[in-house]
């Protein structure tokens, strides 16, 4: 008995008669009910989420932005979800009937927008009141849970859409403000170097002024020095004039014997009448200078006043009116208090001492009537005498006026050697605020230089940086056309099980007939294997075909995908016949338990490296991962490299499987009760 009529003998038990062949055609269905139905239902999901009633809510009102215009970010973001028909939004007035139709099922699920949306998203342009602009999302996990994430992904991208054109707008307001920042900095440095120029203008005329204060401490100590020189006349007046009067009380004296001597006295009044026309000439002389003096000096002061005030008013120190203020207050007190009474008194003796000239001079005419009228003359010796004692009071008077002129100057000299001092340490400080004022503009145009000043251009492309820093260049080196494809390897590899699975219960894994006759048993476990991949294969044909063709999957290696297919029909048909094959019936239930463990191991939806430890071991044994994997490679036309292993790796399934039969049929062969009669039978 050859191995192909052992196979042919049970297909041709399998198909004699409709109900086998119909049967045949049923479990060659299998895969397809599974496999192609599924992927059929789920193969576009998301391209028809527009199905779905969500409500919106739009609460927002506005809020001014900072150009002036109105915001309405909230009618803004419920417009582009509308015109986006992600969803069949439908507009809701409030919030509690949103809530109370995702509640009752009416909505999947209810957006938010609340009325502070608006003035939220405005706030980060004052440090003092930044929210955050929130959206409130309502979901209810009875609805459907996954519609949960989908919601999530929305609103995120929302979320992101707001945010980058709002951070947009707040980096262009915050560039702008460099821009201006830059401006008024550079305002600054002009009005700087002119405070610099004005401050080197001040500086000058500080050494102008304090050349001129030198001049008035000279000048003040020249007059001094005249003043003390005045004094010493005046003394030397008044020593004189005391001297005077006592010869003129000698006179007085001396007149008793008159009568016996007024020869003597014509001749002595001659010689008097004399002396006082040259001391009346002297006197007069003296008078005149004094008065010459006092009106020098006062000229000289009062030029020196107006020459100060002149350099005072060109350096900005005091204005044009303080000047004449200044000069008007002079002339009104030219000289210090008392300083006038010696002039005056010397004016008086001089009146005096003429009076006593002309007397002289008539004592001299009448010097020849004196004896006859000795009485008169000795009233007018005694006159004389006493204009001589008002003459030295005067002259003392004179002199003590002459000492407080001198103590005026002396303060004098010390005022002017104050302001010179005064003016030096303003020269001083003018200098250092003119380095200053300079080195405050330089640093002032250095810093302007290193504040941004971005035209509208560069404001633009920063801004968009600055509201999105971050983008991702997302590279796909292979990407599945649809979420069908998506789950596509994992669905038809599971198909591809469970149809061999169906097989074992209507298929003999080993006939009764072939275990009694005397073939080898290698021959008798692929004779009774091959039926199973007869079938398994039309299977992975038939549901590669439907999905290619009526799914539009589009495989990048169309050909590649169905020698893949026939080869995971081949190791899965293998094993799983010999697994029934060398345990019977208990045989399906462990099939049933493979299938489970690869359903949860192989990394058809989430990646198997997600799985608890102890699946990754069932992972690495089991078949069912290593076809998902290939088929990704080839539906996607990523790296083939993984192909030829994994076409090696079905082979040595197929082996191990056909190592099983032909172990169950060498059991099978010796026949026990428990073989004409099993404890259970599927």
Not at 501 to 519: C, D, G, I, K
Request: hydrophobic share 45%; glycine share 10%.
């Amino acid at each position: 008995m050859t191995v192909l009529r052992l196979a042919r003998s049970e297909l041709k038990r399998m198909t004699g008669g409709l109900l086998p062949k119909l049967t045949i055609l049923a479990l060659t269905m299998v895969p397809l009910l599974y496999g192609a139905v599924y992927l059929y239902a789920n193969w576009d999901p998301y391209g028809k989420l527009n199905q779905i009633d969500a409500a919106l809510v739009v609460e927002d009102t506005g809020a001014p932005a900072a150009d002036g215009s109105r915001l309405e970010a909230g009618k803004k973001v419920a417009d582009s979800l509308v015109d986006g028909h992600v969803f069949n939004w439908q507009t809701v007035s409030d919030t509690e009937e949103a809530d109370k139709g995702v509640s009752d099922g009416k909505y999947a699920f209810a957006l938010k927008i609340p009325k502070d949306f608006s003035a939220n998203l405005v706030s980060p342009g004052s440090f003092d009141a930044a929210n955050q602009a929130m959206l409130n999302v309502t979901t209810n996990d009875a609805n459907n849970y996954l519609l949960g994430t989908i919601v999530d992904k929305l609103t995120t991208a929302v979320h992101t859409t707001v945010a980058t054109e709002v951070g947009e707008e707040t980096a262009n307001q915050l560039l702008t403000g460099f821009g201006t920042i830059h401006s008024k900095m550079l305002k600054a440095s002009d009005g700087a170097g002119k405070l610099s120029d004005g401050v080197a203008s001040l500086h000058d005329g500080t050494v102008t002024l304090h050349q001129g204060t030198g001049e008035l401490r000279n000048g003040a100590a020249e007059l001094y020095k005249g003043q003390l020189k005045l004094r010493d006349g005046a003394n030397a007046l008044s020593s004189g004039a005391g001297q005077l009067g006592a010869g003129l009380t000698q006179l007085k004296d001396k007149t008793a014997t008159l009568p016996a001597d007024s020869r003597a006295l014509a001749d002595g009044a001659a010689q008097v009448a004399a002396g006082n026309a040259a001391l009346n000439t002297k006197m007069q002389a003296l008078a005149g200078q004094v008065a010459a003096s006092d009106q020098a000096a006062a000229q000289a002061q009062r030029n020196r006043v107006v020459a100060s005030n002149g350099r005072l008013v060109g350096a900005g120190t005091i204005t044009p009116a303080q000047a004449e203020a200044i000069l008007a207050d002079f002339d009104a007190n030219p000289a210090p208090p008392g300083s006038a009474g010696p002039a005056a008194a010397l004016k008086t003796a001089a009146g005096q001492i003429q009076q006593l000239a002309d007397g002289s001079a008539g004592v001299s005419a009448g010097a020849a009537r004196l004896a006859a009228a000795t009485p008169a003359l000795g009233g007018a010796i005694s006159q004389a005498s006493t204009g001589a004692d008002q003459l030295s009071s005067g002259a003392a008077t004179l002199a003590a006026g002459q000492q407080s002129a001198l103590d005026g100057d002396a303060k004098l000299s010390e005022g002017a050697q104050k302001l010179d001092d005064g003016a030096a340490q303003l020269e001083t400080g003018a200098a250092t605020a003119s380095d200053g004022a300079g080195t405050l503009a330089a640093e002032i145009a250095k810093g302007a230089g290193q504040v941004p000043n971005p035209d509208d251009t560069q404001k633009n492309s920063v801004a968009k940086v600055m509201a999105d820093p971050v983008a991702v260049s997302n590279v796909s080196q292979a990407k599945a056309g649809s979420y069908g494809a998506g789950l596509a390897p994992f669905f038809l590899t599971l198909a591809l099980w469970i149809g061999v699975f169906m097989l074992v219960q209507a298929m003999r894994p080993v006939t009764q007939r072939a275990l009694a006759s005397n073939a080898p048993a290698w021959k008798i476990a692929v004779g009774g294997w091959l039926p199973f991949l007869a079938v398994s294969a039309l299977q992975a044909s038939l549901l590669t075909l439907v999905v290619d063709v009526g799914l539009g999957l589009n495989p990048a290696h169309p050909w590649l995908m169905w020698f893949l297919m026939l080869a995971a029909a081949m190791a899965f048909s293998a094993i799983i016949q010999g697994v029934v094959a060398l345990l019977g019936t208990p045989g399906k239930l462990v099939v049933l338990i493979l299938l489970v463990l690869q359903l949860v191991s192989s990394g058809g939806t989430f990646p198997w490296q997600t799985t608890p430890q102890p699946l990754h071991v069932v992972h690495q044994l089991l078949p069912m991962g290593y076809v998902v994997n290939g088929m990704r490679h080839l539906i996607y036309g990523a790296d083939l490299a993984v192909i030829l292993p994994t076409m090696l790796g079905l082979l040595g399934y197929t082996l191990l499987g056909i190592a099983m039969s032909t172990l169950a049929v060498r059991k099978h062969k010796f026949w026990t009760l428990k073989t004409l009669k099993p404890e259970i039978a599927v």
